[in-house]
């Protein structure tokens, strides 16, 4: 369980902006180079997907993993530790209410059998847990269940791998957001019943949750950043109660772009975030152009 809930907290949730096209096509690359506006060395920018692990790195990616090793800083959404792992999973609680309470008959059996299928548990003992607590496991165990080879690469979530490896090497390490911050945006931000019917909707849909979880999978692997996008922005229109989700990505990235610039300034920074930060006309590489930057692919 505790596994699991860690799991939890680096899952990436497969959502965008609304706007729906781009400003410019972006090349396939997970890898961005950030100079000018007068810094002195380069930085880089790389998209991560929190279900894959660090030995992704070595088999596929080591130009991503040399910029990292000559970078004098690292840059993530968050620092995970035990703390505030057990702070956290008291945001996915709620005390006063039974997710067998939210949910029609239909959805709670769909919801009791993936459940017992991913965490071999009765789903009688998480009926505490909130609807997008449950909606963010079942999305960890959609994912694994269509992408089976995610398994085939071991070792740490890659944006946990280089929040702990850039402390070891002495690099100083920024998190972006507290996860206290975190937990809130995705567990406090709707309501009950409007996480209810958003969990029933991807039970109810579950061949498209499905669906979705591969083409983001397989896009990513192809760093086909933009593909992974488009996927996600049509995904918003097919799942009907997804309602608006720029406080996960645009938001973020525009609180991220007040902190960056003088982080940048301290000297050279790998910037690791969700990929589906980097893409779309309020992504991370169009916004740090648009405040001066020269944001290239390294391919």
């Given amino acids: ?13 497969l959502v965008s902006n609304p706007a729906g096209v781009f400003s410019q096509a972006l090349e396939s690359t997970l890898l961005w180079e950030i100079s000018g506006k007068g810094l002195s060395k380069p930085s880089y920018l790389f998209g ?12 596929n990616q080591p130009k991503a993993l040399a910029c990292f090793q000559k970078s004098e800083g690292v840059v993530v959404e968050t620092v995970i530790d035990t703390p505030s792992m057990m702070n956290a999973q008291m945001h996915m609680v709620m005390f006063n209410n039974k997710v067998s309470a939210l949910l029609d008959t239909a959805a709670y059996q ?76 995705l567990f406090d931000h709707y309501t009950l019943q409007e996480q209810a019917a958003q969990l029933s909707e991807m039970l109810l849909k579950k061949d498209l949750s499905l669906r979705i979880q591969k083409d983001v999978t397989r896009y990513y692997l192809e760093q086909n950043v933009q593909k992974m996008y488009e996927v996600s922005e049509q995904a918003k229109h097919e799942m009907s109660s997804i309602g608006d989700m720029d406080y996960l990505t645009v938001n973020r990235n525009k609180a991220w772009m007040n902190q960056l610039p003088a982080i940048l300034q301290s000297g050279s920074q790998f910037i690791a975030v969700g990929a589906l930060h980097l893409p779309g006309p309020d992504g991370l590489i169009d916004l740090l152009r648009k405040q001066g930057y020269v944001v290239k692919p390294v391919l």
């Avoid at 369980?1 to 949730?13: A, D, G, W, Y």
């Avoid at 690099?171 to 972006?176: P, T, Y």
């Fill in 1 to 13: 369980m505790k596994k699991l809930f860690r799991l939890v907290l680096f899952v990436c949730i």
């Fill in 48 to 59: 991560t997907y929190h279900l894959l692990n660090n030995e992704f790195l070595d088999k």
């Fill in 110 to 185: 769909i919801l009791k059998k993936d459940i017992q299928t991913i965490m071999g548990v009765d789903v009688a003992l998480l009926e505490q847990m909130k609807p997008m607590a449950l909606a963010t496991i079942l999305t960890v165990g959609y994912a694994k269940d269509a992408n089976p080879q995610l398994a085939e690469y071991k070792g740490k979530p890659l944006d946990q791998y280089f929040a702990t490896e850039g402390t070891k090497e002495g690099k100083q390490v920024h998190a972006l957001e507290t996860v206290e911050a975190q937990m809130t945006m």
